[in-house]
């Protein structure tokens, strides 16, 4: 038997946060609920084999610095995994910022790339290694 690490990646519509805020607006909302019952009926389908979580990463374009991206990045992931959590999701949630250092799309510093603001919806039994970095998920 081989065993590997299992993850299933949500898809979905971003949310767009304004520059260098963290708070969802209100008018995003529709789209953290479209996600919603793919996320529950994934936590529940796959919740019956294994203990599963949620995972929420999030990510930055290369506007601001390095060290202040990465900030921002896991405060937006938070506000989504509550987001999630305050709108039915009963499973273990983590979230984790990753800055600017897994870019959708390369660009020079400095670049206001939409691409890059985004954030990841995985269920998994175990966290995701997100390219072999050392990844500190922190529960919600």
Known sequence: VELFPWRIDIP???????????EIPPSEAPKLAATLNDLQAALQKYGAYAQVTLFVAGHTDTVSDAKYNQALSERRARSIARWFRNNGIKSPIKFAGFGESQLAVETKDGVDEARNRRAEYIIAVDPPTMGGAGVSWKKL
């Open 12 to 22: 979905h519509e971003e949310v767009q946060f304004p520059s260098a805020k963290h």
